[in-house]
């Protein structure tokens, strides 16, 4: 087991053995924050047919050429399609058709006259000349049969699993996401709504990190225990054999009850890695488990969030083929008061470039944490830094 790494380094110890854990098929309606694992080719044209994009009258532009309102040309009305009819009645010369949007154009039909420039009547009377196919959408508009639909790798949102239904589609392979269970630990923890005791605290972590878990798209199962490295280290064995990899919190620095020196022996876990270059969160530390991944974060809730963000996120999309951390830049608007001899993330809300920082940045405080879209990078031996200052930006 390597000490004292850099966060570059942990990070490509967690990922570099890691790969997608492979796909699953899902339903449409259910797919939705899923990354697509295949290309897929359009099974039909969209639109099926040649379609109405408004009311009105099918027409053919010769029949009403020069026509306007002081030279209105009449037509005879000899059909009427709405949307979901089939057009087999061809338009011939001298014909209107009465159309809805969204209809099946006839055979014959070269544009359509909006309901708004004729006077409605049978026959009607048409006060507009059009171009040929104005007003008119064809068959494929939208994309044509075997073209690439959308490709591997697309975050499937709102309007990508609308492309899919529109193209018949009820099923999607997507990456499958690794089941993640996730151990929280430490006697002086209870769970929120008990009698607290003195010297007991409510447990926030749990909570956070499976939230977090959830609101990323990531199946979670949680559970707590106290500082007995024995019954911990079969809480892991339990987790791990239904999970693909294990988060916990606590237990990871050097006090008498920093149990996880003890318990991952106990398991038979093989130790990776201890202690991060980075503040908040310095005592974590990797291990695996028959290949499994466990990752072990610090107990103090900020650390335990921003070495989630740090090295779970990377080990997660590495298991899923999904997105991982995104970067960027922007500009401290908040002054920083103190120094950072070593490299420190810090909380704050990102907005068009700019930075601002909360008040409370202790590693233990977590409600300064609320509202905050972005950890800024402070980097190590960097002096209080003053508004203005360019920072790197963890986008949460």
Request: with cysteine; net charge negative; glycine share 10%.
């Amino acid at each position: 087991m390597v000490t004292g790494i850099s966060l570059e380094e942990a990070v490509a110890r967690i990922t570099a053995p890691l790969s997608p854990l492979g796909t699953e098929a899902v339903p449409v309606g259910q797919a939705l924050g899923r990354t697509l694992a295949v290309d897929l080719a359009a099974p039909l044209d969209q639109p099926p047919f040649d379609r109405s994009p408004l009311d009105g009258y099918a027409l053919r532009s010769a029949d009403i050429a020069g026509a306007d309102r002081a030279h209105p040309v009449r037509l005879p009305v000899v059909d009427t399609l709405y949307a979901g009819d089939e057009a087999r009645r061809p338009l011939e010369n001298g014909q209107a058709i009465r159309i809805m949007t969204g209809a099946m154009l006839p055979p014959g039909c070269d544009c359509v006259a909006a309901q708004e420039d004729t006077d409605r009547g049978s026959p009607v009377s048409v006060f507009v000349s059009l171009k040929p196919f104005q007003n008119y959408v064809y068959q494929g508009e939208d994309y044509r049969r075997g073209a690439l639909l959308l490709a591997a790798g697309t975050r499937l949102d709102a309007a990508a699993l609308g492309v899919l239904a529109g193209a018949g589609l009820t099923e999607v392979e997507v990456c499958r996401r690794p089941k993640v269970g996730l151990l929280t630990t430490g006697d002086e923890v209870i769970s929120p709504g008990s009698p607290r005791p003195a010297g007991k605290i409510y447990g926030a972590n749990q909570v956070l990190l499976a939230a977090r878990l959830s609101e990323l798209g990531f199946p979670v199962q949680a559970t707590h225990q106290g500082d007995n490295p024995d019954m911990v280290a079969e809480a892991m064995r339990e987790l791990l054999q239904n999970c693909d990899v294990l988060i916990t919190t606590g237990g990871v620095s050097v006090g008498d009850r920093d149990i996880f020196h003890q318990a991952l022996p106990l398991l038979g876990a093989e130790r990776v890695f201890w202690r991060v270059d980075l503040k908040p969160g310095t005592p974590a530390m990797y291990a695996t488990w028959r290949g499994k991944p466990i990752l072990s974060l610090s107990g103090n809730p900020f650390a335990a969030f921003t070495t989630f963000e740090l090295l779970a996120r990377p080990l997660l999309a590495a298991l899923s083929g999904e997105e991982g951390p995104r970067w960027t830049e922007g500009v401290l608007d908040t002054p920083f008061p103190k120094a950072s001899p070593r490299r420190r993330f810090v909380r704050g809300t990102y907005v068009h470039g700019h930075v601002t920082l909360p008040e409370g940045h202790a590693s233990g405080m977590l409600s300064s944490l609320v509202g905050c879209n972005c950890l800024a990078e402070l980097p190590a031996g960097s002096p209080p830094a003053e508004a203005g200052t360019r920072v790197r930006i963890l986008l949460l």
